[in-house]
Each structure stands twice: as C-alpha cells, then as structure tokens.
C-alpha cells in the first residue's frame, strides 16, 4: 500500500518539520528498525536500462530510492531535496528501467529488524570532497534525519547504519592514497556525528559497510584508491570491510554492474549486517629464493567457476597474484594451495632487496580499451574456504568473499 506524503495509512499523525529535531531518542524497548543510508558515486546510485528487481522488503524515501531520481535532480543532482520528497515513506519500488542496491540491501537484510528504512544520497561521478559540501551533504542529513523521525513516529527505535561506494571520480582525479585516506577518514568520522544527531543517542558507533569499486581504468591511482579503502576499517570505528565485488555480473565498462549485479551486491551488503569486517586479505609475505608463502586472515580455496582476470597480465600473473621485483613483474610458475597460504613458486629468483619486493592480488593493470568479460576485470580465483550461500534473489547466483584488491608491499624473509 502506497503511504502517499503523509502517515495516514498507518494511522499515524504526520511526523514533525524536517529539521525540527523529531523529538528524543526512542524508548530503549521500542522494537528496533534499519536505516540504511547509501553515501557515494554511481555504485549507490539508480541506473541502468532494466529493471531486476521492482521491490524489496522495506520502505524508501517518498520521493524515490535514490536522490538522484528525486524531483529536483531533473535540473541539478546538487541541490536538496523538498520537503515533499521526504515527507513520508512508501515500500520500496526502483523505477521503471533502472536499479539501485537499496531492494537488494532490504532483501539481504530481512528479519534483521522489525522495520527497514533505506534511501541512497549518492550522486554519480562525484569526488569525496564533492559528496561531502554543500547540496549533497544537505540531501544526506536530510535523509538519515527524516528516516530516523519517521521510524520513531511510526513507534521504531532507529538503528543508523550506512553503505559506502565510492572512489571511482577520486582515481580519475589521481587524488592519491594519502589525501583520500585522509578525507575518507574525515568524512566517515562525519557520518557517526551525524547518525548520532539522528537518532538521538550520543555514544552509539554506525556500522559503515564498504565495497572496493569495480574500476581499474586509471591503475596506478585506482590501486591507491582501493588500497586507502582497505585500510578505512584499521582507521575508521564501525567501518566493516566487505572486500571486492568482482565476482557480480559487470558491464563492459568495467565501472558499473549490470541491474542484476546492483541488486545481488545490495543483498550481500544486507547478509553482512551485524558482521564484522568479513573480507579476505594478505598479512604477510615470505620470500626465499623463488618460493613465496603469502599468508591470508582465513582459509583459502582456489575457484577457477568465473574466470575472472585470466586474461589480465597473462605472461606473469596466476590466479589473480602478481609479482614485481623493483616495478618489474616477475613470471609466477605455479600456485599451490593449502590452509590460509598459497605458496607461490615464481620463475626466477628477484633480483632486488625485500624492500623493492612486492605482492599484488586482484590489482592487476587493464587494457587500454574497455573490452567486456570476467576475464577482463581486475580480479582473482582465490576465494575463502566454504560453501558461500545462495542468492535469494537468483538461486544460480552464490555469494563468496573473494580476495580484496591488495598491493602487499612488507615482503619478508622466512
């Protein structure tokens, strides 16, 4: 049932001005519901020539699923939102031709909590420092706080919690690892000011789910994007690391995944509500010779089902590993695998002192033209040990966490 601008359909009076606080925190006993805000770039955004998934179980903006299908946008995706784009809430519907990862994530997330409330304030092709000024900082406060004031009006106590994607624009912009992980680690630490404001409760931390983008067109500044993204959760309270995405259905840009993709990567970001940071990385790498010990945080199985980035540096790289001995890649001749390590035999002995040395996975350099295929995307075959589980949106499609885009730069010797 539509709910229109108002809460009448529920019974319930209209909820206070947007900004006019919502009154206190909800009663500690109040059942508990899920705000969901998406913050980012395209990944968070409603797109696409095709709808996957018309609905999910939760409630959305009543403007949209997305700022960027708001009203407003028409002329500027920067400015705010009216009042009568928040002003109520209607269940989850993405629009004709179009999908986001807001009915994935509700999908992802159901049974979690009583209620889900979730909009996405990103805005395609932004930089960070973008995202966080002016006209979009504004259209964020104002979701996660009208959401929040809804939830308690509707007897809900709010449990604030967010999705990042994004760094796409700040590769292309060659920002750099330092300056992004600076502005990162700022804006996030923003993000828990914020959710605090909303639901009235000063001591509380925000789970911030993140995901690695797909890109890898810029290569050396993607690798540096990516690799500030994976030390936010070694920086950031709350920020759960939910590792590469490269295993989704992509499309031949190899920036955005296909509508089935956004809704199966938003049911994995709602399978992971309540984790902790499940992705799957390098700690420590040994050299000797020609023998390498790369050392994961969690048992390792090889999964050759997707293929994805064989065709990528196939002279040196396997399985997604890559070896470069002072910038220069060195062949790698076989992998073996057992436990938590994969024991890399490479086809020579590096030249250089262990400081030059230095192990990638899943970071692998792209072809100068855009050219579609799971082997053309930076990726790997290594994945964690374990059945995975299956998608409740495609029953073919089954979630793993695979290795994380890495650069390993602390090589060892035994």
């Not at 601008?5 to 899920?34: I, K, M």
């Not at 050396?220 to 590469?244: F, N, T, Y």
């Not at 086809?347 to 100068?368: E, M, N, S, W």
């Amino acid at each position: 049932m539509m709910l229109g601008l108002g809460l009448g359909g529920l019974g319930l009076a209209p909820p206070p001005p947007l900004g006019s606080g919502g009154g206190g925190a909800a009663p500690p006993d109040a059942p508990e519901a899920l705000v969901m805000v998406l913050f980012g770039q395209s990944l968070n955004v409603w797109r696409g020539a095709a709808t996957a998934l018309a609905s999910g179980p939760g409630y959305m903006p009543a403007a949209g699923v997305s700022t960027a299908v708001f009203p407003f946008a028409a002329t500027n995706v920067e400015h705010t939102p009216a009042w009568a784009d928040l002003a109520g809430v209607v269940p989850i519907a993405e629009p004709a031709g179009g999908q986001s990862p807001v009915a994935g994530i509700a999908l992802g997330a159901a049974g979690k909590y009583a209620r889900s409330y979730i909009g996405s304030a990103a805005i395609g092709a932004r930089r960070l420092d973008v995202l966080w000024g002016g006209g979009p900082r504004a259209a964020l406060h104002a979701i996660g706080e009208q959401l929040c004031a809804l939830a308690r009006a509707e007897g809900y106590r709010p449990r604030v919690h967010f999705y990042w994607a994004q760094g796409e624009a700040d590769a292309t912009a060659a920002t750099g690892y330092a300056t992004y992980l600076a502005r990162a680690t700022a804006v996030a630490g923003m993000l828990q000011l914020a959710a605090r404001h909303w639901m009235r409760e000063p001591g509380y931390t925000a789970p911030i789910y993140a995901t690695y983008p797909l890109q890898q067109k810029e290569d050396g500044a993607d690798r540096e994007i990516k690799e500030a993204l994976r030390q936010m959760a070694r920086a950031v309270p709350g920020w759960v690391d939910l590792g590469g995405i490269y295993d989704m259905p992509a499309n031949a840009d190899r920036v955005h995944p296909t509508e089935a993709g956004y809704v199966l990567r938003g049911e994995r970001v709602g399978h992971f509500i309540g984790a902790t940071s499940p992705a799957l990385e390098i700690t420590a790498v040994t050299l000797s010779g020609t023998t390498a010990v790369v050392s994961f945080n969690r048992p390792i199985t090889r999964d050759a089902s997707l293929g994805v980035g064989t065709a990528l540096g196939a002279a040196h790289a396997r399985d997604g590993f890559e070896w470069l001995d002072n910038g220069t890649p060195v062949p790698i001749a076989d992998v073996a695998y057992g436990g938590a390590t994969a024991t890399l035999t490479l086809a020579a002995a590096p030249l250089g002192p262990l400081a030059q040395q230095i192990c990638r996975i899943a970071a692998q350099t792209t072809t100068g033209t855009l050219v579609s295929g799971a082997e053309n995307l930076p990726g790997s075959l290594v994945r964690a040990a374990g059945s995975g589980w299956v998608s409740a949106f495609d029953p073919a499609f089954t979630h793993h966490v695979w290795a994380s885009p890495q650069t390993f730069t602390g090589v060892v010797a035994p």
